[in-house]
Nanobody, 120 residues
Framework: QVQLVESGGGLVQPGGSLRLSCAASGSIFSINTMGWYRQAPGKQRELVAAISSGGRTNYADSVKGRFTISRDNAKNTVYLQMNSLKPEDTAVYYC??????????????WGQGTQVTVSS
């Protein structure tokens, strides 16, 4: 079994910052791409940012220049630094990992989600 656990969400004023963390644990052999997605009420889940095992990143246009994704491969952890937050960033943020288990079974795993609310 593999678990992804997010932390770091909360309520922040517009222009503020938050840092999300997601730690993967369990029967992990390797983790390929890790990413953050978000889903606002009434909207589809969308990719926010992703990072490969080698450190290559990509971002949604709406967060470029404001959000930074990073990872610590030794800790199987991915981070999302969110600066200059806007009300439209309000959503549940989900961590995703493309994981190969110790039995060499590869699939996507998801965290339970963490709420980010940007409001004055």
């Amino acid at each position: 079994q593999v678990q992804l656990v997010e932390s770091g969400g909360g309520l922040v004023q517009p222009g503020g910052s938050l840092r999300l963390s997601c730690a993967a644990s369990g029967s992990i052999f390797s983790i390929n791409t890790m990413g953050w997605y978000r889903q606002a009420p009434g909207k589809q889940r969308e990719l926010v940012a992703a990072i490969s095992s080698g450190g290559r990143t990509n971002y949604a246009d709406s967060v470029k220049g404001r959000f930074t994704i990073s990872r610590d491969n030794a800790k199987n952890t991915v981070y999302l630094q969110m600066n200059s937050l806007k009300p439209e960033d309000t959503a549940v943020y989900y961590c995703n990992g493309d994981v190969t288990t110790v039995t060499l079974f590869r699939r996507d795993y998801w965290g339970q989600g963490t709420q980010v609310t940007v409001s004055s």
